[in-house]
C-alpha cells in the first residue's frame, strides 16, 4: 500500500498522559499536514510541514503540542498532559506540492482518533 | 461566521434519487476542493475545480468562481453513496498552506 499511512489507528488514554502519533506519508511528498477534527465538523488545521521545516502552526495548538518531521519523510505529533477536550479524530495528509504552478492535491491518512477519558 | 458554509447539514435519500449538495464560501479563491468522507474516518477527494463543471462516473461537480458557489451532485444515487460530504479551499498565506473546510454533509441513502 503506497498510501498515505497512520499509526495507531485508535489511542484510549488517561487524562494527563501523554500521547504520540505518527505519520507516513506518500513517497517523495515533500508537504506534510496535520489536522483535526471534532465530531459533526469539518477538519482543522493544526500545522503544516514544507520537508522538515514546520511552516505554519495553528493557535489551536497549545504548547501541550509538538509536531516535527525529521529529515523530511515521517511525521509525528505529541500531545502532553491530554486534557478530555483533545479527544478527536487526528488526520494527517501529504502532498507533492505545486507542479508548474498547479496545485496537487492532498492524500489523507486514515486518521488517529484519540479517546481522553 | 464559517468562510465555507454547506448545505443541508443532512440528507436523506431514497436509492436512485438525484442529490445536490451545496457549498458557498466568502473569500476568494483559485479552486475548491470536495472530499467525501466514510465512517471511520478516510477522506478521499473527489474534485479539485477552478471553473465551470466536472463529472466522474455519477458525480458532476459545478463551480462559480464569481457567485462563490460550487455544487456537488450525485445521479441514481445508491446507498454505497452514504458518507459525509466535505468542500473545502486551499489558503495560501506566508509561505504556508491549507485546507480549509466546510462542515460537511451527511449524506444516507436507503435502500
Known amino acids: 500500500d503506497t498510501g498515505v499511512s497512520q499509526n495507531p489507528r485508535h489511542k484510549i488514554t488517561k487524562r494527563g498522559q501523554n500521547v504520540t502519533f505518527r505519520c507516513d506519508p506518500i513517497?517523495?511528498?515533500?508537504?506534510l499536514y496535520w489536522y483535526r477534527q471534532t465530531l459533526g465538523q469539518g477538519p482543522e488545521f493544526l500545522t503544516y510541514f514544507q520537508n522538515e521545516a514546520q511552516l505554519e502552526k495553528s493557535r489551536l495548538l497549545s504548547d501541550r503540542f509538538s509536531a516535527e518531521r525529521p529529515k523530511g519523510s515521517f511525521s509525528t505529533l505529541e500531545i502532553q498532559r491530554t486534557e478530555q477536550g483533545d479527544s478527536a479524530m487526528y488526520l494527517c495528509?501529504?502532498?507533492?506540492?505545486?507542479?508548474?504552478?498547479?496545485?496537487?492535491?492532498?492524500?489523507f491518512g486514515p486518521g488517529t482518533r484519540l479517546t481522553v477519558l | 461566521k464559517n468562510e465555507v458554509e454547506q448545505s443541508p447539514q443532512n440528507l436523506t435519500a431514497q436509492e436512485g434519487e438525484f442529490i445536490t449538495i451545496n457549498c458557498s464560501y466568502s473569500?476568494?479563491?483559485?479552486?475548491l476542493h470536495w472530499l467525501q468522507q466514510h465512517p471511520g474516518g478516510g477522506i478521499v477527494s473527489l474534485f479539485m475545480l477552478s471553473s465551470g463543471k466536472k463529472k466522474h462516473g455519477r458525480l458532476i461537480a459545478t463551480i462559480n468562481i464569481q457567485e462563490k458557489h460550487s455544487s456537488l451532485h450525485i445521479t441514481a444515487s445508491h446507498p454505497r453513496d452514504s458518507a459525509v460530504y466535505i468542500c473545502a479551499f486551499l489558503r495560501h498565506q506566508g509561505g504556508s498552506e491549507k485546507l480549509v473546510f466546510g462542515k460537511g454533509t451527511k449524506l444516507t441513502v436507503n435502500p
Open positions: 473569500v476568494g479563491i483559485s479552486a
Open positions: 495528509a501529504s502532498s507533492p506540492g505545486t507542479s508548474g504552478g498547479i496545485y496537487n492535491e492532498q492524500f
Open positions: 513517497s517523495e511528498h515533500n508537504r
